[in-house]
């Protein structure tokens, strides 16, 4: 009786000898080509869902066929294990973060070994461990001391139910993040990181990321936003003090009827006139509860005050009024925009709203602008008027001119300018990483001796959520003793921003249990750069930008020799899934539906769009649930087929089942020729039958191969495996050709390993080998095994399909012509006819011409 296909026990069979035998635990070994592959570690929230299954798929997909080529594949797995999520569950279910965090990490474990995941877990540990953030503190205090960190006070982004700043990218839409509430803006003391400094650098090197994909680099230079012009500066009416904006348009400056100021400028106030000041500060609160990222896209309303001041533009000599206006950032150049409304359309609008005058300075070609018939800005290019000695001129030869003769004035200066900005590092929160610095009295700043690292985030704490973080009232915490002067000092009660720990773990892999540094440079040198990284497109302009930036601080700290950390980057899309909704009862699971209707009341559930998996729409399939139906290996092996790695991948429950029947398939096609297997002598009985499988199996080989290897189409894979599967079940001289169909059925086996490890794993030793698959190694395709016996040739007669021929595949011109003039349906028709011209076409077809 044949036995039939068990996924449970297979599955905690080999996950079982696995971790028992260590099989993916490795070393750095000089004699053999290393590969690292990481996908972007997990933040602990509990449980995984399917886009952890389909990233972690791909991956492991990639590090298993790594090692089947013989590849020294260092995959690692560990914990992103700080942050605000931690706090908010402490403070709703009544526990300590550290312990929601370690309870969600064996579980998050434990699901992950459950998928098969060749994961080195000797490697393993949580951000939150001392034994890692000590060390994030010392390259602090390295960074510290090379002048790459300072603090100042900052206009931030604020979530007051969190109680901390969120980084501009964590601002969605004007809201939180994590809690989804309106962010303000807030002036707080903060500790910056000098990501400035490096900004051409990270630029420059995204030319030559060749393995990253186009859309992410085009978001990093978007957001370094390197932009070269002028600073100019603007006399303040009455006064000796300077407004310095910076501009890419000094060929527009002779248009400039007023000034904007950002409403968190310094000058904001100090411009104000006394019968402004009250409706200016009521403007400045109003700007306050906008979030920066929504007033710099423009999700708001332009909108803006007079201060009651006026500065002189420098080449007119014109006063012009000086605004606060909601589009204006501090983040950006100097806080100052001077304002052409005739040829920027948001000043247009402004300047129409308020009734400020215009002033028209480029007249484009063949046309004739008014600035009282204008309905919209000229952004276009022309000739200059109204600007003095330089009107005629065209204006991207003003541009070097007027730049020029600023610098001869005094007045202005050419300047390179970057849209990115200083990281901001601190958070007011506990569950983090305490930032390793001390105030005294007497001595000032100073930073924390290295020999007194770390300094351990204190884990008796009451977390209530209210107050900011509870360090800065836990006494035992707070007050320490100055290195200096041995009076008592205050310890910085803010935090870093998790991303500071996300920013350099993949280094920390290279040797987690170093103790001595952050990480053995040797070790560091062997596995780095990062060969493969995997994750999503949403942390192009966060993690992504910031790791690039650690990674060269490291480098000038001399700590590391690279100077990128991730050699290639594959995006993932996200797992989406059709959602329905009950007028009555909101968002409904999948099993709260029957045939369209919602099971609770019997109304009609409206189909709405696929949407990715989340909680809060309750079109999420738990992963525990699947393996339990179907199996790890059907779970990894529809994430796989279903979709490209880099598309949205669409739920499906009939693609899972598909996947689960080719599974049993694959299976019975093993057990049932077990008898025609069992002894091979000599050579196939039908050497003709045998070629031809031999060739589906190599063409197989080279194609799964080729998907794999850099172009990771695994479900094109996928597909021709089962399309070799499919000729072993068609193939009918298997007791003739045991040779061949044993080699079939181990190029299936082998093939499919990477993708569904634990099924291969078990018919491989079904199959009589002591060995695992990697063991085995990759399958080569044998290119004489490719070459074809005869060859199909189609035949047309007047440039119509008449039939089809089949030749030697080397048959000459001659042999084709002979065997096409000889087909039956060509000779009818061209029976009564002169055959003109026989065409042929090398290896695909022959038109006969006959009139």
């Excluded at 910056?192 to 978001?219: R, S």
């Excluded at 040797?522 to 990284?533: I, R, S």
């Excluded at 012509?817 to 022959?846: C, D, Q, S, W, Y």
């Amino acid at each position: 009786m044949q036995e039939r296909y068990d996924s449970a026990a297979i599955e905690e069979k080999w996950q079982r000898r696995w971790e028992e035998q260590d099989t993916f635990a490795v070393r750095e070994d000089p004699d053999r080509q290393k590969y690292y592959l990481l996908e972007m570690f997990p933040y602990p929230s509990g449980r995984i869902h399917m886009g952890h299954v389909r990233n972690y798929s791909i991956g492991d997909v990639v590090a298993r066929f790594k090692r089947m080529q013989g590849l020294n594949v260092l995959h690692p797995m560990g914990w992103d294990a700080f942050g605000m999520p931690a706090e908010n569950a402490a403070i709703q279910h009544g526990t300590h973060p550290a312990r929601w965090t370690r309870e969600n990490i064996a579980h998050m474990r434990s699901q992950l070994k459950k998928m098969g995941f060749s994961y080195d877990w000797s490697r393993e540990f949580a951000t939150c461990d001392a034994e890692y953030y000590r060390w994030e503190q010392l390259i602090f205090l390295k960074m510290y001391e090379k002048g790459l960190t300072y603090k100042k006070s900052s206009f931030v982004n604020w979530c007051e139910p969190c109680q901390t700043v969120l980084a501009n990218e964590q601002v969605e839409d004007g809201r939180c993040w994590r809690c989804d509430c309106e962010v303000e803006q807030k002036e707080l003391e903060q500790w910056f990181f000098k990501i400035t400094a490096y900004a051409q650098e990270l630029l420059d090197e995204t030319f030559h990321l060749n393995g990253w994909p186009e859309p992410v680099l085009t978001m990093q230079r978007n957001w370094i936003g390197r932009s070269t012009g002028c600073e100019i500066d603007f006399a303040v009416k009455g006064s000796e003090t300077v407004i310095r904006v910076f501009t890419t348009r000094q060929d527009t400056l002779y248009g400039a009827t007023f000034m904007s100021l950002a409403p968190e400028h310094p000058m904001a106030l100090e411009l104000a006139t006394a019968e402004q000041r009250q409706a200016v500060e009521a403007f400045i609160a109003k700007v306050r509860r906008q979030d920066k990222s929504g007033r710099a896209s423009g999700n708001y309303e332009k909108e803006g005050i007079f201060t009651g001041s006026y500065c002189i533009n420098p080449v007119t000599g014109d006063p012009i009024p000086v605004y606060l206006a909601n589009f204006v950032l501090m983040d950006y150049g100097t806080g100052a925009v001077m304002a052409v409304p005739t040829h920027d359309q948001r000043d247009f609008e402004f300047a129409s709203r308020y009734g400020i005058s215009m002033r028209l300075v480029i007249q484009p070609d063949g046309d004739i602008l008014a600035p009282e018939t204008m309905t919209e800005a000229w952004i276009g290019s022309g000739r200059l008027v109204n600007s003095g000695s330089f009107d005629g001129l065209d204006n991207e030869t003003a541009k070097e001119k007027i730049a020029d003769y600023l610098e001869s004035c005094g007045i202005g200066r050419k300047r390179v300018n970057f849209r990115l900005r200083d990281w901001g590092v601190s958070r007011q929160r506990y569950w983090g990483t305490p930032i390793p610095i001390l105030y005294c009295d007497a001595c000032g700043t100073l930073p924390v001796p290295e020999q007194q690292l770390p300094v351990l985030l204190p884990q008796d704490v009451q977390i209530s959520g209210a107050g900011g973080s509870p360090l800065a009232q836990h006494e035992s915490f707070l007050y320490t003793e100055c290195p200096l002067c041995g009076g008592r000092a205050r310890r910085e009660t803010d935090t870093f921003d998790t991303f500071v720990e996300s920013s350099w773990y993949f280094v920390r892999f290279a040797s987690p249990g170093e103790r001595k540094a952050p990480f053995d440079r040797m070790a560091a040198e062997y596995w780095l750069p990062v060969d493969q990284y995997i994750g999503g497109i949403e942390h192009a302009v966060m993690h992504l930008l910031y790791a690039r930036f650690f990674t060269k601080v490291l480098r000038d700290l001399d700590m590391l020799a690279v100077d990128e950390p991730f050699r290639n980057l594959l995006t993932q899309g996200m797992v989406c899934m059709e959602t329905r909704s009950c007028p009555e009862h909101g968002w409904l699971f999948p099993e709260e539906v029957e045939d369209t209707y919602c099971r609770k009341c019997g109304r009609r559930a409206i189909l709405g769009r696929n949407e990715k998996m989340s909680k809060s729409k309750k079109n999420v399939v738990d992963p525990d649930q699947l393996i339990d139906r179907y199996g790890a290996d059907t779970a990894r092996l529809f994430s796989l087929f279903a979709a490209p790695p880099e598309k949205d991948l669409e739920w499906n429950e009939q693609g899972v089942e598909g996947c689960y029947r080719f599974l049993n398939r694959v299976w019975r096609a093993v057990y049932e020729n077990m008898e025609d297997l069992a002894s091979i002598e000599g050579m196939d009985d039908d050497a003709m039958a045998g070629r031809v499988l031999r060739r589906h199996t190599h063409r197989t080989i080279r194609k799964v191969t080729e998907d794999i290897d850099g172009r990771f189409h695994f479900n094109t894979a996928i597909s021709a495996v089962m399309e070799l599967v499919n000729t072993i079940y068609s193939f009918e001289a298997k007791k003739k050709c045991p040779a061949a169909l044993r080699e079939a059925l181990e190029a299936v086996v082998l093939l499919l390993s990477p993708f569904v490890p634990h099924v291969c794993e078990e018919l491989w030793q079904r199959l009589g080998h002591s060995g695992g698959v990697e063991t085995a190694g990759w399958p080569q395709y044998d290119t004489a095994a490719l070459t074809e016996d005869q060859k199909t040739i189609v035949v047309q007669v007047n440039g119509k399909v008449r039939g089809k021929v089949t030749v030697a595949a080397d048959a000459g011109e001659e042999i084709l012509k002979a065997a096409a003039l000889a087909e039956e349906n060509v000779m009818r028709f061209t029976e009564n006819k002169t055959v003109r011209k026989v065409i042929v076409v090398p290896g695909r077809l022959v038109n006969v011409v006959a009139s």
